[in-house]
Structure formats: C-alpha cells, structure tokens
C-alpha cells in the first residue's frame, strides 16, 4: 500500500505518465491516438521528465487509474446512482465520492465536446431553432462567454426560457444526452458521448450573465422578474455587476482604476448616480478626478449602448483581477439593475 507522502507528491500528470510507462510502448502508442495535441504535448513532456519512480508511487498510481476506470465503466453502464452504490461497497463512502467527484467532472468536459471547437456564430445558427430546453442542455457544457453570445442572439421570448431552463436545470440521464447529442453530431462531426453528471444551475448562469452585454442583461432579469422574481434575485445574488462597485473596498476600486481605460471610465458615469461616482472620485487623485468631472461635462449625446459597453469592459477588468488574485469581490449583487 502506498503511503500518505507519497500519493501527495504525485501530481496528476505524473500519474498519467506512470500508467503510459507502465502499459509500455506498443499499448501506450494506442492511447496517444484518443488524445488531442496539447494533451500529447503535456503527456509527452512529463514522461520525458520522469525520471526513476518508487515502487510504493507506480503503485498508487496504477491502482488510482484502475479505480478511475472502473467509476467511469460502473457510471455510465447503470448511472449515477447505481454507481455509488457499487463502489461505496466496494470501497467505503469517502473513497467513492472522491472517485465519482473526478469521473463525472472528466465525463462532463467529454460530453458535446464537438461544441467546444465551434465558433459562438456556428454554434447560435445550429442551436437557434431548438427548444429552449435542447439549447439549455447543450450551453450548459459549453464556456460562459459562448453561452452569453448564444443567448444573445434568441428571440426575446425563447433568451428568457433558455435562461430560466439553466438556471433550474439540475441533472440530465445518459439517455437524454443520447437523445440531443445524436441530433445535432451530424451537423458538427460529433462523436457520440454521454453522461450523467451535474450541469447548468444558478453558478453557471450567473456567469454566464456575467458575460453578457448591458442592454440583455437588464432585458433578461426585468422580463424574469415578473414571472420568477426570486429566481432572478437568487441569479443576481451570484453575479457582480458594475452597481456591485459600491460594495468594493477602497483599495480594490483604486486597484481596477488603475487598469481601466479612461475613456471607459467617463463613459460609465454618464447618468450615474452621486454613490458611484462618490466611490470613483474619493478614490482617484485630485488631478485625476478633476480631469474626469471636466470630461464628463463636456461628453454629451452618448449613446446609452455606449454607456452599457464601457461598464461592461470596466466589469471585465474587475473580474480579470479577481481571477488573477488581485483584488476580491462581493458577489452579493444589488436589488436594481441601474441604467
């Protein structure tokens, strides 16, 4: 049995370059046919790295790629729940989570990969014509920002079902998949997969919301608002949205302003009220301030799209800097959406 110390020196690359030296040349060649090109790379590098491994880790390494291989077997023949059944007997509770914890996050990345190579216009034009609840299913294995552009484009009526099917979507069968996966492979090259994992929910719409522009992220919640008003305040709790800049620390807000463009940052406080701009000006130099409010007095006639894009690229930033450690957000979200 391989000890504590030396599973945790095992990083999961080296783990997959264990099993390729393990399975030997001819077998491992075989593998190397499945994978895309920067996993090839990836794989390539790290069993050129390898050097000499203990016994104790070939072991560990093996047997976590034997329990792998197996979830996903157990997982995708009987579900999800019959899976759990079987390894928790076979391995206890905590040691089954775990493995289906990695097999059903892998499954899920698998699963409309065709998607994935697709551009956002190829993608809108295949999936524009589907029922709210088929393009719900597929954007939900798709990256935010492809989705955002997706749901940009519908018909008002069908981007407000697409929205809420997301958003309250919970699981789907292997069976299910099947069914839209097989309708839309031809048009996309797709090799059939399938699975049965977790998707969409209020965290990947909320990004997804995130990514969308000004003008249908204020369409999309005021139209939710009458029909579901706590679903869309459960959405616009986990978003953050320029208003939410009230919420920042002082230091955070002097941080962004630092990266963002000045012309943004006039364009954003055209019509703002006096909080905002109170939290933009207490937090540039005097110089800088002075040369803000004098911009803005003489910025007239701008569009309000104008408007909403500039505080969508400042948003971006803010986020930007959250994902490399820059700064932290609240993602409480505020009650109104302010145009």
Request: aromatic share 6%.
């Amino acid at each position: 049995m391989a000890s504590e110390e030396s599973k945790e020196l095992l990083t999961p690359e080296q783990k997959a370059a264990a099993v390729v030296v393990a399975l030997g040349a001819d077998k491992a060649s075989l593998i190397y046919k499945y994978l895309g090109e920067e996993d090839v790379e990836r794989l390539t590098v790290e069993v050129a790295k390898m050097g000499r491994m203990d016994s104790e880790q070939m072991e560990y390494a093996l047997d976590d790629f034997y329990k792998t291989c197996l979830t996903q077997k157990v997982v995708t023949d009987g579900g999800l729940e019959y899976a759990r059944s079987v390894l928790e007997k076979a391995y206890g509770e905590a040691t089954a989570s775990e493995l289906l914890s990695k097999v059903t996050k892998f499954l899920k990345n698998r699963s409309f990969e065709f998607i994935r190579k697709a551009d956002s216009k190829s993608l809108y034009s295949v999936l524009q014509h589907e029922r709210p609840q088929t393009i719900a299913l597929v954007l939900s294995y798709t990256d935010s920002e492809q989705a955002a552009s997706v749901i940009a484009g519908l018909p008002d009526d069908k981007k407000i079902a697409v929205v809420e099917s997301i958003a309250t979507m919970e699981s789907a069968s292997p069976e299910a998949i099947k069914l839209v996966e097989s309708g839309l492979r031809k048009k996309f090259d797709n090799i059939l997969t399938t699975d049965f994992t977790t998707i969409g929910g209020i965290d990947y719409i909320a990004d997804v919301m995130n990514h969308m522009d000004r003008s249908n992220e204020k369409f999309i919640f005021d139209e939710m608002g009458k029909d579901d008003p706590e679903l869309t305040e459960e959405i616009r709790k986990k978003m953050f949205v320029f208003e939410d800049i009230l919420t920042m620390d002082n230091r955070s807000i002097q941080r962004f302003i630092r990266d963002c463009d000045m012309k943004d940052v006039v364009y954003s406080l055209k019509g703002a009220g006096e909080e905002i701009l109170a939290a933009f000006y207490s937090n540039m130099s005097s110089r800088m301030a002075e040369q803000v409010r004098s911009d803005l007095e003489v910025t007239v006639n701008v569009k309000l799209r104008d408007v909403e894009e500039a505080q969508s690229r400042i948003v971006g930033v803010i986020r930007k800097l959250e994902e490399e450690g820059e700064l932290v957000i609240n993602k409480g979200g505020k009650d109104e959406i302010i145009v």
